[in-house]
């Protein structure tokens, strides 16, 4: 049986993730499979092509297919980076967001995970994973812990801004 909170409302996804792409042929592939391959399944993901030269809306086309969870939109230009991002966000209709880089992948329970903690911490508004550098194979893990625990408000964004140069999470974290 289903937690609870991987029930839609009014046929909704929980959470949308987006994915800007441009020239991305060598590694949107692994990205989109990382999501098709999760265990939360309640998902919609909104992939933008940037107008790319290379074979990205071909290797996109041919993953499409493969769930209709998929939205694809190819843009007539490039739209500039930031425009990009943004575009994806505003075909969301998901409870949470979550933006994908068309170069990274997830592990297969990170959608569960950080929905289940936001689920269950409804005092929170953002939740992220470990995060791992080089191949899928290494796993070379780089987690730098630090604690959010201080009284003073101005003493946790210190200590949360003094982190970020490590923190890519903050952005691409559950929200």
């Not at 493969?66 to 990009?84: H, V």
Request: charged share 20%; net charge negative; proline share 2%.
């Amino acid at each position: 049986m289903k937690p609870s909170y991987q029930e839609s409302v009014e046929g909704l996804p929980i959470v949308s993730i987006g994915l800007p792409a441009f020239n991305n042929e060598n590694t949107i592939e692994d990205a989109i499979q990382s999501i098709i391959n999760q265990s939360f399944q309640n998902w919609e993901l909104i992939i933008s092509d940037n107008n790319s030269s290379d074979n990205t809306e071909k290797i996109i086309k041919k993953l499409i297919s493969l769930d209709s969870r998929i939205s694809f939109y190819k843009q007539k230009e490039n739209t500039g980076m930031y425009a990009n991002f943004e575009f994806v966000l505003t075909k969301a209709k998901g409870k949470y967001f979550h933006w994908l880089g068309s170069d990274d992948s997830r592990s297969v329970n990170f959608l569960d995970d950080n929905i289940s903690y936001l689920e269950n911490n409804s005092d929170f508004v953002a939740s992220c994973s470990t995060k791992y550098y080089g191949s899928i194979e290494k796993h070379q893990k780089n987690n730098i812990n630090f604690s959010m625990d201080q009284t003073l408000t101005h003493r946790r964004i210190s200590c949360l801004l003094s982190n970020a140069w490590q923190c890519h999470s903050i952005y691409y974290s559950v929200m």
